[in-house]
């Protein structure tokens, strides 16, 4: 090794000076790490692991709980011992213009068939009321109490009879697009988790093209997990 190509000694590796210039050779710092493995460039975005708009039903905002009901029971049986399953089952709700402006999960759906009376807040006194054996002194609200919460004991069938006809409207949540196409998947987590929401829309300008879930973030999870992230199987 001549003294145009001497090597200098550092703690992550080589530098070789040659013709006066230093150059890397073998060296790896957690910098050049990143830029080999971990390319920016080359890492998947939201728009590569989202779901398109397109496949999700939708379904207008006066509309009824019954009406999502009868799409999902076609699908159902459709698809019955189909081994990929009934597909998405949340459906984007739409107004008069055909603007997505509300979501109905399979958790909406569940909880619209909970009637509104129930909903009301601070029955709790009255509840640990009757518990305690101290129902006489605060029987008119007892008995308040008994005629909203009486669906309890109807059999379920009863319960989706008397509550099908709910609107739309009343049991959707609102959607806001949280998430551009170009977002990294780093970020989808983040607001995933701070804003408490599992299917954030995806906008293209003002535009809703995809939603993203959980599925879609642990499929690119189990894609990438290997040795290179310290995990050997």
């Keep these: ?90 459906f984007f709700v739409t107004n008069s213009r055909g603007k997505i402006i509300g979501k109905l999960s399979i958790y909406d759906l569940i909880r619209g068939l909970v009637p509104e009376s129930s909903k009301k807040p601070d029955h709790s006194r009255i509840f640990y009321s009757v518990l305690s054996g101290r129902a006489m002194e605060v029987s008119d609200e007892v008995g308040d109490f008994q005629r909203r919460f009486q669906w309890i004991r109807s059999s379920f069938f009863d319960l989706v009879k008397q509550e099908a006809g709910k609107s739309i409207g009343e049991i959707m949540s609102p959607v806001h697009p949280l998430l551009a196409e170009d977002d990294t998947i780093n970020q989808a987590i983040y607001v995933m988790f701070k804003e408490g929401i599992r299917q954030p829309l995806v906008s293209r300008k003002d535009r809703i093209v995809g939603v993203v879930d959980f599925n879609h973030i642990f499929e690119e999870l189990i894609r990438i997990v290997g040795p290179d992230c310290g995990v050997r199987w």
């Design 1 to 90: 090794m001549d003294r145009f190509h001497k090597p200098l000694e550092i703690s992550s590796g080589m530098l070789y000076l040659q013709a006066g210039e230093i150059t890397r050779e073998g060296l790896l710092s957690p910098l050049n790490f990143f830029e080999e493995k971990h390319d920016m460039d080359t890492e998947k975005r939201v728009r590569d692991i989202m779901a398109p708009i397109e496949e999700y039903e939708t379904i207008p905002v006066d509309g009824k709980l019954g009406d999502a009901l009868a799409v999902l029971k076609r699908k159902h049986e459709a698809q019955k011992g189909d081994a990929g399953g009934v597909g998405h089952r949340t």
